[in-house]
């Protein structure tokens, strides 16, 4: 188990002042690397000691990392731009409000004037096994502590578990998929631009990592496309405390509606899942219909076909339905069921 | 090198967890090791069948065999390459996403390890009750073959004795194969439970952790023998003076005069074409 000590282990502190430097660290270091943005998911993992990088190179000094601008009637931000500064953003106000909401409701004042939304998109899952140092599968061994008929495992995957449950805590990764970003990466080959759809990756896959980062990465940058700016929003996160509290369930939804028709929608859901979860089944099946209390209602339905509970978390499933049923039918006077 | 991988319990222990995947390239270098460096051997090495004239004179000593002798029926084939491709299944979706080909690969495995549990229980009734079970062991008997076929490998003209059904490097290699699949086989049934397949309860408590540590590992090293086994095979099956045996997997036979090269007729008889006939082996 992690015991917390107040000195952390030994390393390199690199803070280079530039993307190029600090990717030839990375390059250099590899897997003995960590990389730092805000350091609020880093240092939990230094001072635990359950992870002992020989180099932290320290993205903060890098200026070309931070900032919002104006691309092609999109957004373009800075992977270490503060979550404050994003939700302060007029832009982001005005055409791309989901990402203002979302970014507002991640933990509390103080972790989002540090907090930057690179970090909170890439952030490490929050399986209390995982982080508490049990050599799991996603630790590199050969169990899911989670998964086990005594497991406490209430804020655990319904959807998509392949050995591992651990499920993506992050609150501003629905709204960007719900908004269509793209990441921009960049490492010693250049740069390349994977779509948020492509970004995070379930244990399928790899089970050992939450995002397409290889170690010699960085995001630089998200870039937000027009195509949903201005749209209708709604986001809403469900949490054990108001403040400074993980998502149990949110949801992020942009949709285009034409009178009461819904024209186009993209819908995601996280903390359900290894990955934010985009609910195209449900996006196809209400696209075209009345935004009316019946479509909400088969919405929801539909939203959690398919899930798999564990031992203590089958309440997420009538959370997502109503949650899902409530971004389909907007507005406030949600009435729940279960 | 770490050869393997410990992790820490809830109660403290260290247990071990994995083999270390290097092993898999040390295994993957082996056998391409092997096959370059026996490749290279074999162009300037003759091949060891029997002379022309002394394939003649069995000819005619055994003439009354059919000209196609059946050296595996379709049970053994339909067997063969259903334990083939679940083979292949079970390597690359073990090995690909470690050598950096990342895709969901548990399904794909689970399944394929099911069907190779399934074709060697099939495999092992069907050996033992409708084959020649021991025509595939090596024992004491075949040390007078041993002895004849390192003299041939030194360039020596022995006329000793020619293999019975199946040459000696082939049951040799049978036998590891069965030490490394059974060992992989045992091993990945006992982590069905582990995963969720839909056809029996999870449960991963069922074995201690330190039991589970030598599961995984077992696991881990017959899968990393088997991918130099598995390259040592392909290459000797696809080589030109091995090709006849290769073809028989397919058809189900080989020719008389292929029987008679390279085969000792006392050590694998076989029945002449009619009842009157002599047959082989047997005369």
């Given at each position: 188990?992690?015991?917390?000590?107040?000195?952390?282990p030994?390393?390199?502190?690199?803070?280079?002042?530039?993307?190029?430097?600090?990717?030839?660290?990375?390059?250099?270091?590899?897997a003995?690397?960590?990389?730092?943005?805000?350091?609020?998911d880093?240092?939990d993992?230094?001072?635990?000691?359950?992870?002992?990088?020989?180099?932290?190179?320290?993205?903060?000094?890098?200026?070309e990392l931070?900032?919002?601008k104006?691309?092609?009637?999109?957004?373009?931000?800075?992977?270490?731009?503060?979550?404050?500064?994003?939700?302060?953003?007029?832009?982001?106000?005005?055409?791309?409000?989901l990402?203002?909401?979302?970014?507002?409701?991640?933990?509390?004042?103080?972790?989002?004037?540090?907090?930057?939304?690179?970090?909170?998109?890439?952030?490490?899952?929050?399986?209390?096994?995982?982080?508490?140092?049990?050599t799991?599968?996603?630790?590199?061994?050969?169990?899911c502590?989670?998964?086990?008929?005594?497991?406490?495992?209430?804020?655990?995957?319904?959807?998509?578990?392949?050995?591992?449950?651990?499920?993506?805590?992050?609150?501003t990764?629905p709204a960007?998929?719900?908004?269509?970003?793209?990441?921009?990466?960049?490492?010693?080959?250049?740069?390349?631009?994977?779509?948020?759809e492509?970004?995070?990756?379930?244990?399928?896959?790899?089970?050992?990592?939450?995002?397409?980062?290889?170690?010699?990465?960085?995001?630089?940058?998200?870039?937000?496309?027009?195509?949903?700016?201005?749209?209708?929003?709604?986001?809403?996160?469900?949490?054990?405390?108001?403040?400074?509290?993980?998502?149990?369930?949110?949801?992020?939804?942009?949709?285009?509606?034409?009178?009461?028709?819904?024209?186009?929608?993209?819908l995601?859901?996280?903390?359900?899942?290894?990955?934010?979860?985009?609910?195209?089944?449900?996006?196809?099946?209400?696209?075209?219909k009345?935004?009316?209390?019946?479509?909400?209602?088969?919405?929801?339905?539909?939203?959690?076909?398919?899930?798999?509970?564990l031992?203590?978390?089958?309440?997420?499933?009538?959370?997502?339905?109503?949650?899902?049923?409530?971004?389909?039918?907007?507005?406030?006077?949600?009435?729940?069921?279960? | 090198?770490?050869?393997?991988?410990?992790?820490?319990?809830?109660?403290?222990e260290?247990?071990?967890?994995?083999?270390?995947?290097?092993?898999?390239?040390?295994?993957?270098?082996?056998?391409?090791?092997?096959f370059?460096?026996?490749?290279?051997?074999?162009?300037?090495s003759a091949?060891?069948?029997?002379?022309?004239?002394?394939?003649d004179?069995?000819?005619?000593?055994?003439?009354?065999?059919?000209?196609?002798?059946?050296?595996?029926?379709?049970?053994?084939?339909?067997?063969?390459?259903?334990?083939?491709?679940?083979?292949?299944?079970?390597?690359?979706?073990?090995?690909?996403?470690?050598?950096?080909?990342?895709?969901?690969?548990?399904?794909?495995?689970?399944?394929?390890?099911l069907?190779?549990i399934?074709?060697?229980?099939?495999?092992?009734?069907?050996?033992?009750?409708?084959?020649?079970?021991?025509?595939?062991?090596?024992?004491?008997?075949?040390?007078?073959?041993?002895?004849?076929?390192?003299?041939?490998?030194?360039?020596?003209?022995?006329?000793?004795?020619?293999?019975?059904?199946?040459?000696?490097?082939?049951?040799?290699?049978?036998?590891?194969?069965?030490?490394?699949?059974?060992?992989?086989?045992?091993?990945?049934?006992?982590?069905?439970?582990?995963?969720r397949?839909?056809?029996?309860?999870?449960?991963?408590?069922?074995?201690?952790?330190?039991?589970?540590?030598?599961?995984?590992?077992?696991?881990?090293?017959?899968?990393?023998?088997?991918?130099?086994l598995?390259?040592?095979?392909v290459?000797?099956?696809?080589?030109?003076e091995?090709?006849?045996?290769?073809?028989?997997?397919i058809?189900?036979f080989?020719?008389?005069?292929?029987?008679?090269?390279?085969?000792?007729?006392?050590?694998?008889?076989?029945?002449?074409?009619?009842?009157?006939?002599?047959?082989?082996?047997?005369?």
């Amino acid at each position: 188990m992690a015991v917390i000590r107040d000195v952390m282990p030994v390393f390199e502190l690199y803070q280079p002042a530039s993307i190029d430097d600090a990717i030839k660290l990375l390059d250099k270091h590899g897997a003995d690397a960590l990389v730092l943005a805000g350091g609020l998911d880093s240092m939990d993992w230094l001072k635990d000691r359950l992870k002992k990088p020989k180099a932290v190179v320290d993205l903060g000094a890098i200026k070309e990392l931070k900032g919002v601008k104006e691309l092609n009637g999109g957004l373009e931000i800075g992977a270490m731009t503060p979550l404050t500064e994003v939700v302060k953003h007029p832009m982001v106000r005005d055409k791309f409000s989901l990402l203002m909401e979302a970014a507002e409701l991640v933990a509390s004042p103080q972790i989002r004037n540090q907090g930057t939304i690179g970090g909170n998109v890439s952030q490490d899952t929050r399986c209390w096994y995982y982080r508490g140092g049990w050599t799991c599968y996603r630790a590199g061994g050969n169990i899911c502590y989670a998964d086990t008929p005594t497991a406490v495992n209430r804020e655990h995957a319904i959807f998509d578990a392949d050995r591992c449950v651990a499920v993506n805590p992050s609150d501003t990764a629905p709204a960007l998929l719900a908004l269509d970003a793209s990441m921009v990466i960049r490492g010693p080959k250049g740069e390349r631009i994977v779509p948020a759809e492509e970004y995070w990756i379930g244990p399928g896959i790899d089970i050992t990592r939450m995002n397409v980062l290889a170690p010699n990465e960085i995001l630089t940058a998200i870039r937000i496309p027009s195509t949903m700016a201005g749209a209708q929003f709604y986001f809403e996160k469900v949490r054990d405390r108001q403040v400074w509290d993980f998502p149990l369930v949110n949801v992020a939804s942009a949709m285009v509606v034409s009178g009461d028709k819904i024209d186009k929608i993209r819908l995601v859901v996280n903390a359900v899942a290894a990955t934010p979860r985009r609910l195209k089944n449900v996006e196809t099946a209400v696209v075209g219909k009345t935004r009316n209390e019946e479509t909400a209602d088969m919405a929801g339905k539909m939203a959690v076909e398919g899930a798999q509970t564990l031992r203590h978390n089958a309440y997420k499933v009538p959370l997502m339905r109503n949650l899902v049923k409530r971004a389909i039918r907007g507005g406030a006077g949600a009435t729940w069921t279960s | 090198m770490d050869l393997l991988r410990w992790g820490r319990s809830p109660w403290g222990e260290w247990v071990l967890t994995h083999v270390s995947w290097s092993l898999f390239w040390a295994s993957l270098f082996a056998g391409v090791l092997f096959f370059v460096a026996h490749a290279s051997y074999m162009l300037f090495s003759a091949h060891r069948k029997r002379t022309s004239a002394e394939t003649d004179a069995l000819e005619a000593q055994f003439k009354n065999l059919p000209p196609k002798i059946e050296r595996h029926n379709l049970s053994a084939r339909l067997f063969h390459w259903i334990m083939a491709a679940a083979m292949f299944v079970l390597l690359f979706t073990a090995f690909l996403p470690i050598a950096g080909v990342k895709f969901a690969w548990v399904q794909w495995h689970w399944i394929a390890g099911l069907v190779l549990i399934a074709s060697i229980l099939f495999h092992i009734v069907h050996a033992t009750f409708f084959l020649d079970f021991w025509s595939i062991w090596v024992g004491p008997k075949d040390i007078p073959e041993l002895k004849a076929e390192m003299l041939r490998e030194f360039g020596h003209d022995v006329p000793g004795p020619k293999s019975g059904k199946y040459p000696l490097g082939n049951r040799l290699y049978h036998l590891a194969i069965v030490f490394a699949g059974l060992g992989a086989s045992i091993t990945g049934a006992l982590m069905i439970p582990r995963i969720r397949t839909g056809l029996v309860a999870r449960n991963p408590y069922y074995l201690s952790d330190a039991t589970w540590g030598i599961t995984y590992v077992t696991h881990g090293l017959a899968g990393v023998g088997l991918v130099g086994l598995v390259i040592a095979h392909v290459y000797f099956a696809v080589r030109p003076e091995k090709w006849w045996i290769t073809k028989s997997m397919i058809l189900g036979f080989i020719t008389r005069r292929q029987y008679l090269e390279h085969h000792e007729p006392s050590r694998w008889p076989v029945e002449a074409k009619s009842s009157d006939a002599k047959s082989a082996g047997r005369a």
